[in-house]
């Protein structure tokens, strides 16, 4: 086990899992259109674990020595604690600061709440203190009411891996 955070590269029908990891704060490579002898180079280029459903992808990334996670069912609780199991991770948290862009995998940082005047709905600029930016696609993320069932699914996978 490496001590740093692991990496992934997600293969394409698991764009829902590839979402969730970068919520949870995981660098995790997605493109929906991704062949699967690229996703192996990203890989091995990369040293990115490929999380995927495709039993033969698995095999061909081990062959090259790309660690793999393989993915059974459709339950995102489950896909996750897979995900942990496999590569050795625990007490998930959705913490806004260190999540990852769901749209691009950008880093997001924190950003004055009137910087933001006039880019996100009023009611939300209203309601909302704390606006964090992507630095590459510059979506805008608050913590609205989403972020608590975020937060509830991140302690179902933790009660799951207890
Ligand atoms: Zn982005």
Request: net charge positive.
């Amino acid at each position: 086990m490496t001590a740093h955070k692991p990496t992934f590269a997600v293969d394409a029908m698991l764009g829902n899992l590839a979402r969730k990891l970068r919520l949870l704060g995981y660098d995790t490579r997605y493109d929906s259109k991704v062949e699967d002898a690229e996703l192996i180079k990203i890989g091995e280029k990369q040293r990115r674990i490929i999380v995927t459903k495709d039993e033969a992808l698995t095999r061909g990334a081990e062959k090259v020595g790309v660690q793999t996670v393989l993915i059974r069912g459709n339950d995102e609780v489950e896909q996750i604690y897979q995900v942990a199991t496999k590569v050795g991770l625990s007490n998930f948290t959705i913490d806004t600061s260190s999540s990852r862009c769901v749209v691009c995998n950008g880093k997001i940082s924190p950003i004055e709440k009137i910087r933001i005047l006039g880019k996100v709905p009023e009611g939300i600029y209203e309601r909302q203190e704390k606006f964090w930016v992507c630095s590459d696609c510059k979506k805008i993320y608050w913590e609205g009411t989403h972020f608590e069932k975020l937060q509830e699914f991140a302690e179902k996978i933790n009660q799951r891996l207890k």
